[in-house]
């Protein structure tokens, strides 16, 4: 954790702290009458002991780091063991676009926004476990989940799909080290030989609707907390009933691992 975010924690919790102790040791009758300066000689009071012990502001902050730690590895198990449940629309849900093998042995799945930075780091990733696995098929779900631009790309990055130019529209807009706007859309879908009229009219109809609808959804039943996130397996879920999940950045060697334990 870095300095700023300790920070930012830090005084979250002293003001937190105050408010606590004021409450906790006041009765609800004298809550409401006491007075701005009362009040502020309390959180005084309070602030100057936090500054005598801070080892009680970092054991607070090592207490919520524990604790959003574990509620986020509980989180990964439950998802890990009820992936096979949501098998179909992970690897075989409509109009999902898909890249390298489409008939490969392996199946990945990324849910990713093009605002995540971690997603975009991933990338170059992606695209060179695709060309050193012939037999990997890799489905992209568009999961815009930072705001308007983020579904406004996912929009532009469907519609581009079924003019059959997905993946170097998408591929290009992630690596395009330029912060997401409209402009930079069209900019990229042009450069990506992307009809941008058709593509606009295709970015709001029923399919793109549909089709975030239904990304959205199995982002929640799956009980997603964030992206990139990868779930890896068999195409053919008849040959095993196992899909592995990933969540977060990694390397081109943890990824082929990943792949390599699925075969």
Not at 23 to 38: D, F
Not at 74 to 98: N, W, Y
Not at 99 to 123: L, R, S, W
Not at 215 to 242: E, R, V, Y
């Amino acid at each position: 954790m870095n300095s700023i975010i300790k920070a930012s924690i830090a005084a979250t919790l002293l003001s937190t702290l105050a408010a606590t102790s004021f409450a906790a040791n006041t009765p609800a009758s004298a809550q409401v009458s006491v007075t701005p300066a009362e009040r502020a000689k309390i959180e005084t009071v309070v602030q100057q002991y936090l500054m005598q012990k801070p080892e009680v502001i970092i054991e607070a902050v090592q207490n919520f780091q524990r604790k959003q730690y574990e509620q986020a590895e509980l989180t990964v198990k439950k998802t890990q063991q009820t992936a096979s449940t949501f098998a179909a629309p992970l690897f075989r849900q409509d109009l999902d676009p898909i890249a390298g093998n489409p008939k490969g042995k392996v199946t990945i799945v990324e849910f990713f926004d093009y605002q995540c930075t971690h997603c975009v780091d991933m990338a170059p990733v992606v695209d060179a476990i695709i060309k050193a696995n012939p037999d990997v098929r890799f489905v992209f779900k568009e999961f815009p989940i930072r705001g308007p631009l983020s579904d406004f790309a996912a929009r532009a990055a469907l519609a581009a799909n079924k003019q059959g130019k997905y993946y170097q529209f998408s591929h290009a807009l992630l690596g395009s080290n330029k912060p997401l706007t409209q402009e930079l859309v069209y900019e990229v879908a042009q450069a990506s030989g992307v009809d941008v009229d058709q593509m606009k009219k295709d970015m709001n109809n029923i399919e793109t609707n549909n089709q975030l609808k239904k990304n959205m959804k199995l982002g929640q039943d799956l009980q997603l907390f964030g992206t990139p996130a990868f779930f890896i397996g068999k195409t053919d879920m008849s040959a095993s009933g196992s899909i592995n999940y990933v969540p977060g950045r990694m390397d081109q060697a943890q990824l082929q691992e990943a792949i390599d334990k699925t075969k």
